[in-house]
């Protein structure tokens, strides 16, 4: 089974560089939740060098190594020991033969039967990608699957409603309608900014003022 799609390009994040040739974010939410995804992920794996984290990018896989057909754009999606660098598309037969170890599409109205469907397939079939999950920020539905046996099996979630990513080594759950992650010890995995102010908050319990610093 082939798959081959005719998309426009579209949404750039800053800090990457990133283009896309998927359709644009449904909403504002969509976007949000992408930047949020990959800002908590880096600032949380800021020590390493052997990852890639994206989204809304361009993954070319055809098996003729043509731009022209076979290409996808995920919404996140990480790939891992790799290289860390800024890349425009995410070309499979450039690196290595790798495809992402984990998958996230956000839902919206017009994309969630193909994320449920077609997607799903290709990330199952063609990909091989351990880990898929998809989560509607409007809805808060959420799901995830594990590849088991070549097939995608759907993820247990543990008492808070979480879900394991076995890649990352980390949960993904909902913490105020957005789609976050969490340590192996129940943690929330803190952005930039809520680590500074939480910083900021231990220094003034101890009479310290962060802005005379």
């Avoid at 800053?14 to 908590?40: A, F, G, V």
């Avoid at 891992?80 to 598309?89: I, M």
Wanted: net charge negative; with cysteine; hydrophobic share 35%.
């Amino acid at each position: 089974m082939t798959f081959t799609e005719n998309t426009t390009e579209n949404i750039v994040i800053p800090s990457h560089d990133l283009l896309s040739d998927e359709p644009p974010m449904e909403t504002y939410l969509h976007l949000q939740q992408m930047i949020l995804l990959i800002k908590c992920l880096e600032w949380y794996w800021r020590k390493k060098e052997n990852f890639f984290a994206a989204g809304n990018l361009t993954i070319y896989y055809s098996p003729r190594q043509r731009k022209s057909e076979h290409f996808r754009g995920p919404d996140f999606f990480v790939v891992l020991d790799v290289e860390k660098k800024p890349r425009k598309s995410w070309v499979v037969w450039e690196e290595g033969g790798k495809y992402p170890n984990i998958i996230i599409e956000i839902l919206s109205l017009t994309t969630a039967e193909t994320d449920r469907g077609l997607k799903k397939d290709i990330y199952q079939d063609i990909f091989r990608t351990p880990d898929y999950f998809w989560f509607d920020p409007e809805t808060l539905e959420f799901q995830g699957f594990q590849l088991m046996g070549g097939q995608y099996q759907a993820i247990e979630p543990n008492e808070k409603g979480w879900l394991w990513s076995q890649q990352l080594k980390l949960y993904l759950g909902i913490e105020n309608q957005q789609l976050r992650f969490f340590t192996p010890e129940k943690k929330l995995v803190l952005t930039p900014e809520e680590t500074a102010e939480l910083l900021s908050k231990k220094l003034e319990d101890i009479g310290i003022n962060p802005d005379e610093l």
